[in-house]
Protein backbone atom coordinates (compact mmCIF):
# COMPACT_ATOMS: atom_id res chain seq x y z
CA UNK A 1 0.00 0.00 0.00
CA UNK A 2 1.32 3.63 -0.91
CA UNK A 3 2.33 5.70 2.16
CA UNK A 4 2.04 9.74 2.16
CA UNK A 5 5.39 10.60 3.33
CA UNK A 6 4.67 14.76 2.90
CA UNK A 7 5.10 15.74 6.86
CA UNK A 8 2.53 18.42 7.35
CA UNK A 9 3.46 21.12 9.66
CA UNK A 10 0.06 20.68 11.34
CA UNK A 11 -3.46 18.18 10.95
CA UNK A 12 -6.38 20.26 12.37
CA UNK A 13 -8.27 18.58 15.06
CA UNK A 14 -9.81 15.25 12.96
CA UNK A 15 -13.68 16.32 11.83
CA UNK A 16 -16.37 13.54 11.55
CA UNK A 17 -18.38 14.89 8.74
CA UNK A 18 -21.97 13.58 7.42
CA UNK A 19 -22.85 13.57 3.78
CA UNK A 20 -26.00 15.28 3.02
CA UNK A 21 -27.95 16.54 0.02
CA UNK A 22 -29.84 19.79 -0.60
CA UNK A 23 -32.77 18.88 -2.70
CA UNK A 24 -34.53 22.42 -4.50
CA UNK A 25 -38.50 21.98 -3.79
CA UNK A 26 -38.95 25.19 -5.44
CA UNK A 27 -36.58 28.01 -6.37
CA UNK A 28 -36.52 29.74 -3.15
CA UNK A 29 -36.49 26.96 -0.41
CA UNK A 30 -34.21 23.61 -0.55
CA UNK A 31 -34.77 20.46 1.99
CA UNK A 32 -31.80 19.46 3.27
CA UNK A 33 -31.44 15.65 4.52
CA UNK A 34 -28.76 12.75 5.12
CA UNK A 35 -28.01 10.36 2.58
CA UNK A 36 -26.20 8.46 5.53
CA UNK A 37 -25.55 8.51 9.78
CA UNK A 38 -22.20 7.41 9.16
CA UNK A 39 -20.17 9.94 9.28
CA UNK A 40 -16.64 9.87 7.62
CA UNK A 41 -13.34 10.98 9.76
CA UNK A 42 -11.25 13.90 7.62
CA UNK A 43 -7.64 14.72 8.38
CA UNK A 44 -6.87 18.17 7.28
CA UNK A 45 -3.20 19.31 6.69
CA UNK A 46 -1.54 22.31 6.79
CA UNK A 47 1.62 22.34 5.34
CA UNK A 48 2.00 26.38 4.51
CA UNK A 49 4.74 27.31 1.77
CA UNK A 50 6.00 24.55 0.01
CA UNK A 51 8.29 24.26 -2.67
CA UNK A 52 7.46 23.72 -6.48
CA UNK A 53 9.05 20.74 -6.41
CA UNK A 54 7.26 19.17 -3.54
CA UNK A 55 4.06 20.44 -5.04
CA UNK A 56 4.90 18.35 -7.94
CA UNK A 57 5.36 15.40 -5.44
CA UNK A 58 2.08 15.86 -4.09
CA UNK A 59 0.45 16.25 -7.46
CA UNK A 60 1.87 13.04 -9.02
CA UNK A 61 1.14 11.34 -6.49
CA UNK A 62 -2.37 12.41 -6.38
CA UNK A 63 -2.15 11.25 -10.28
CA UNK A 64 -0.89 7.58 -9.67
CA UNK A 65 -3.62 7.00 -6.69
CA UNK A 66 -6.34 8.43 -9.73
CA UNK A 67 -7.30 11.25 -7.71
CA UNK A 68 -9.57 10.77 -4.78
CA UNK A 69 -10.14 6.56 -6.21
CA UNK A 70 -7.68 4.91 -4.54
CA UNK A 71 -7.05 4.78 -0.95
CA UNK A 72 -3.34 4.88 0.74
CA UNK A 73 -1.67 4.91 4.10
CA UNK A 74 -1.17 8.27 5.96
CA UNK A 75 0.77 8.22 9.70
CA UNK A 76 -0.66 10.33 11.90
CA UNK A 77 1.88 12.74 13.73
CA UNK A 78 -0.86 13.60 16.36
CA UNK A 79 -0.73 9.71 17.51
CA UNK A 80 1.96 7.93 15.42
CA UNK A 81 -0.85 5.89 13.89
CA UNK A 82 -1.45 4.22 10.33
CA UNK A 83 -4.83 5.14 8.80
CA UNK A 84 -6.24 3.90 5.21
CA UNK A 85 -7.35 7.02 3.71
CA UNK A 86 -8.35 8.88 0.30
CA UNK A 87 -8.02 12.48 -1.07
CA UNK A 88 -11.35 13.96 -0.26
CA UNK A 89 -13.67 14.31 -3.36
CA UNK A 90 -13.47 18.25 -3.30
CA UNK A 91 -9.50 18.13 -4.23
CA UNK A 92 -8.71 18.83 -7.73
CA UNK A 93 -5.35 18.25 -10.09
CA UNK A 94 -5.16 21.69 -10.03
CA UNK A 95 -5.32 22.62 -6.95
CA UNK A 96 -1.46 21.02 -5.84
CA UNK A 97 0.14 24.00 -6.47
CA UNK A 98 2.56 25.90 -3.69
CA UNK A 99 -0.08 29.09 -3.54
CA UNK A 100 -2.74 26.38 -2.49
CA UNK A 101 -0.98 24.85 0.28
CA UNK A 102 0.39 28.30 1.33
CA UNK A 103 -3.27 29.30 2.61
CA UNK A 104 -5.58 25.96 2.39
CA UNK A 105 -5.07 22.76 3.87
CA UNK A 106 -5.32 19.20 2.56
CA UNK A 107 -8.41 17.26 3.23
CA UNK A 108 -7.98 13.72 3.63
CA UNK A 109 -10.74 10.98 4.56
CA UNK A 110 -10.61 7.56 6.15
CA UNK A 111 -11.80 4.63 4.48
Do not use: C, H
Not at 31 to 52: E, I, K, M, N
Not at 81 to 90: D, E, G, K, M, N
Request: no cysteine; charged share 20%.
Amino acid sequence: MPVWTFRPQQVYAETMVFPARINNVTLAKGVVGLDDFTAVRQFRLQYGPVTSDSALAMRTFFLDRSGPYEPFDFVNPNDSLIYRVRFASTMKLELFTPSFFAANPLILEVV
